[in-house]
């Protein structure tokens, strides 16, 4: 029979929790804001890719969000295109159609996957999406996690400290009056 208070954290006491709960915020506003601080890739590091569209899917993940995938035949070999859905600011991007002649700059996926994040989208001369829109993008997205960060860092210290001062205040009693 499992009784209550005899989980895992029981014995600690809830000073040590906050403490505890303070170095977690810590580290991931650490987290955020080392990831706010990302930019786009530079225009050295996409390469060219071109071939039909076979695919323009939409799909959404719990874990990261809405991307956008495009599903290019380049003569024989498929390549999936992915990138985080931005449709609803750019919508030119979601007019592409199956069949249409599409060049995109791209940047190989860096964990191994088999797909590319593409940057800029261009059905023959037309310019869809642009690397300029795309890398804006990421700056106001990864600008959002680093204000996220140092909202989590400043709770954390504060959590922190509330811990610290609830023990200080919780041995001062267990000591007893001072003579």
Request: net charge positive; with cysteine; hydrophobic share 45%.
């Amino acid at each position: 029979m499992h009784r209550v208070g005899t989980g895992v954290g029981a014995d600690l006491s809830r000073p040590a929790k906050l403490q505890l709960v303070g170095v977690l915020a810590v580290l991931a506003g650490a987290a955020f804001g080392w990831i706010g601080t990302w930019g786009p890739p530079s225009q050295d590091e996409l390469v060219p890719v071109s071939g039909r569209l076979v695919a323009l899917t939409a799909r959404a993940t719990s874990r990261s969000g809405h991307y956008l995938d495009l599903d290019l035949d380049d003569g024989g070999a498929r390549r999936q295109l992915s990138q985080i859905d931005v449709s609803f600011r750019y919508p030119a991007i979601s007019r592409l159609k199956a069949g249409d002649a599409v060049t995109a700059l791209v940047k190989p996926d860096e964990v191994g996957r088999d797909l590319a994040w593409y940057w800029e989208v261009r059905r023959g001369s037309e310019v869809v999406l642009s690397y300029e829109q795309m890398a804006e993008w990421e700056k106001l997205r990864n600008g959002a996690l680093g204000r996220i960060g140092k909202g989590c860092l400043l709770a954390g210290l504060a959590l922190f400290a509330a811990g610290r001062a609830a023990r200080w205040f919780r041995n001062r009693q267990a000591a007893g009056p001072v003579k």
